[in-house]
């Protein structure tokens, strides 16, 4: 079985290669020639998976799946969120009140730039990311967090024996992994605010962990897991 992961994140297409194993073949968007800027435009995970799955699906007409993670810490209503992979470069913005979902952005400040209704910046700085959410938890002793994957899988199906005619099925798989946030970062493995979540159960956090360990416990593996029971119960 082939199929198209829609990232460009080399981390979490070997993480999900690696849980896949030879069971499903992982195609990555450089493979199928895709070097476009999918958009990630919605104030969801699950709006964001879908946006970039359906990217895929509708230009290149094959099977695909896409994911989207965020970190929700307690003491901050859920922020991260869904900007995880921004927060820093959203600094002007302040954390969701408690109570609030994070997918209820405040006000950008005058001075960003946006789009998509999401303030411009650079993202993907796992360095900034992790320093701003340390300092905006410096003075509390709540550090519950979570995080939560969701992924999108998009696949055509025939409704007729011949394939002449053919609709879009769209799925939604879930995985989250309780845990909290460290006071100071520890490992050198794995990305983004690994080197700051401790898992429950664990006294490491994911950096120190590992891949090995990581990959059976993780948000990603767990809904990668019930993508990989979907797929594979398929006929």
């Given amino acids: 079985m082939r199929i198209v992961f829609a990232t460009n994140n080399q981390h979490k297409l070997q993480e999900v290669r690696q849980i896949l194993g030879d069971r499903v073949e992982v195609l990555s968007l450089a493979d199928i020639g895709c070097h476009e800027d999918i ?56 954390p969701a009140p408690a109570g609030k979902s994070e997918s209820e952005p405040r006000p950008a400040p005058e001075s960003a730039s946006v789009s998509g209704g999401l303030p411009a910046g650079k993202s993907h700085d796992s360095e900034a990311n992790m320093s701003r959410l340390l300092r905006e938890l410096a003075s509390t002793t709540d550090r519950r967090a979570r995080f939560r994957t969701v992924i999108a899988l998009i696949q055509k199906q025939n409704v007729c024996p011949c394939g002449c005619t053919a609709i879009k099925r769209q799925h939604l798989f879930e995985g989250i992994v309780d845990g909290e946030i460290t006071r100071q970062r520890s490992g050198a493995e794995g990305f983004g605010y690994d080197p700051i979540f401790r898992p429950d159960g664990y006294d490491k956090t994911f950096a120190e962990l590992g891949p090995d360990v990581k990959n059976t416990i993780s948000h990603r593996a767990r809904a990668t897991a019930k993508l990989c029971e979907f797929l594979l119960a398929k006929p």
């Fill in 39 to 94: 958009p990630e435009t919605g104030l969801t995970l699950e709006e964001n998976a879908l946006q970039k799955a359906s990217y895929v699906y509708d230009h290149y007409h094959l099977d695909c799946f896409a994911d989207d993670t965020g970190l929700e810490v307690d003491a901050l209503g859920g922020a991260p969120g869904v900007f995880s992979a921004r927060y820093a470069s959203m600094e002007g913005l302040q």
